[in-house]
């Protein structure tokens, strides 16, 4: 589902320039001739103690790194996505596609919010089509350009890409002037800005090209981040993997009595240990669980509680996304609550065989949904099934029961997650959690963490 709660921030740290990374150089002589000396005087005894077992015994010793063999994007990829992206401007007519720093510039540029933090300037990256020869039948290929604040255009030019133009605006300029000055695009060009820049660029575009039409990226252009490739299915399919050997090994390391705030340290160890970056946890206890991003305190767990895990973490940028509802050896988990656990597990099956190419994306939410409706619990899933998965954890395409019209196709290459979860307030909440791929001559989609054994099979059997 994706944790507002718990998740550490996605606020991105600058890079440390050069001068801070001088200086941390100097520092580091000076911060062992320290350590040395303290450990020589036996000032830290007893800390060093206690860090010692951490450092020669990992907490994790059964969870090796699980993602070493799946290469990061190439720049081939990158590169055959820009032209891809140009080629299709190119058959609707528009002029140029212009993004901030986001998950979609990470998609054609490689660049995220976290290589460079968001600010008041705008740094835009621009792809024009350039059509080789004079007919429309040439070659289209992608024309990148970077534009940047003049005074920071040296830290751009660090950033990992190539443009063919760094376009450079300086302080008192009208930086989106100064951009259309230097792509000499007719006055009455379209041009598509990315779903994510923020309003005040798409405003400030639309003024500085009062004869032409800045417009949202169209479906056209969103599907071809929306269906991903072999590539980003492998990397998918290892990090969703991973997430749920993490889940499975933090299982048999709890106990009756733990905190939540216990779990969820000991799943970060996990994730960690299985080598995923940016991951975090929702943890919830009992009925906790029914409020489906927490509720914000610190229970303990009881004999009779389910325990709920949401996990995400990032291999080579994509997105994990994993829950588990479970109960350990020695719970005792009241019929009514096990009768549940099992209509979500139903419902969830279901949902994936609904699953496939050609289908409606409102269909697999609506399958899910009936199957908890036949015993009662519709009213109780409260949320929709799954949102498509990527460089964010939440994308489009999303699993939603709405009305046919605004449903749009399930097409190969789809990566969804599949949710579904039943919430009493004040009693239980149960969610199992799988993403699933729609792949090319497949029936219907496959879980993502099949590699590990996929699907829960109990609650005791995660
Ligand atoms: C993309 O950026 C990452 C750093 O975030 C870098 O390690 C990787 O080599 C880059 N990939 C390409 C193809 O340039
Ligand atoms: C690419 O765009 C830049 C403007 O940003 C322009 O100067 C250059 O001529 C273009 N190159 C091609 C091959 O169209
Ligand atoms: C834009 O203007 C040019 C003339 O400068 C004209 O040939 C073209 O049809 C116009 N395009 C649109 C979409 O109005």
Redesign the pocket.
Known sequence: MGQPAQVPSRTPQLEPNSKNRTRLWLLIPLLCFISLSTLRLGLVGPLTQRSQPASTEPAFPDLPRHCTAIPPISSSVLEARRNTLAKRLHQLGAAAYIAEPSSSAAYYFNVSEAHWRLSERPLLF?V?P?VDGVSDEGDV?A???LLTPKFEATRAKLLPLS???Y?QWAEEEDPFAVLFD???LPSNSTVYIDGNARFFVADGLQRALPRGQVQNAPPQVVEIRERKTPEEISILRCANEATLLAIRATHKRMHIGMHESDARELVAGALAAVGLERAGCLTLFGENAALPHGSGTNRVLKKEDFALFDCTGQLHGYWSDVTRTLALPESSIPDDHLAIWHHVHAAQSLARLATYPGALTNHPDIVARARLALDGYGPFFTHRLGHGIGLDVHESPYLRGVPVSQATLIQTGHTFSNEPGVYIEGKVGVRLEDCMVVEEGASYATFLTAGVGGAALSPWEP
């Open positions: 621009v024009t350039s290929t024309n990148v350009s443009p063919s133009a376009i230097a792509l000499h």
